[in-house]
């Protein structure tokens, strides 16, 4: 009979057999984070916002295995580096490629939200443009809309 999955991922490392377990799981977790960070940042770079966002729930609970993960083989570091001296620089290479890769996909979603909000606050901006009244100035200028006066914007996130 195995553990259940939470005693699973709590219960200190004893044995090579679980060490190496515990590092297939975390590869096995990360490789499959990869896919759906790899596939996201391909939906967000051609504009499929919406298909990007059903990946969200997939994504979460594989952060959430691989931070659980992180952490046992952090707590567990000493006994694994004794037991399996290969397994962590091997499991430190992975990591530090994840790394890159995460940093790809959050180059790619921040410029994605730096150009939605540009769009949003360009219409924002051309909305109290129109709704203010022109006037002119003393010097003759038209006057620029107040802040104060701009009226709020509703935007729907169904398409």
């Known amino acids: 009979m195995t553990a259940p ?7 200190p ?6 060490a190496n377990e515990l590092a297939a799981h975390y590869i ?9 960070i790899q596939q996201e940042t391909e939906l967000v770079r051609a504009g ?5 966002a059903e990946l969200e729930q997939t994504k979460t609970e594989l952060s959430r295995l691989y931070v659980a993960d992180t952490l046992r083989l952090r707590a567990n570091r000493a006994l694994i580096d004794q037991i399996t ?7 430190v290479r992975r990591h530090n ?13 921040a410029t994605a939200h730096a150009v939605s909000e540009g769009i949003v606050r360009g ?9 203010a009244p022109s006037t002119y100035g003393a010097s003759g200028r038209a006057n620029a809309p107040s802040p104060r006066n701009a009226m709020p914007m509703a935007v ?4």
């Open 5 to 11: 999955a939470n005693d699973r991922q709590t219960r």
């Open 13 to 18: 490392v004893a044995t090579t057999a679980d």
């Open 28 to 36: 096995s977790v990360m490789d499959s984070l990869l896919d759906v």
């Open 48 to 52: 499929h916002l919406k298909r990007a």
């Open 85 to 91: 001296p290969q397994t962590m620089p091997e499991l």
């Open 97 to 109: 490629d994840f790394r890159a890769l995460l940093q790809i996909n959050l180059t790619v979603l």
């Open 123 to 131: 219409v924002s901006g051309e909305l109290a443009r129109k709704a």
């Open 156 to 159: 729907s996130r169904v398409l």
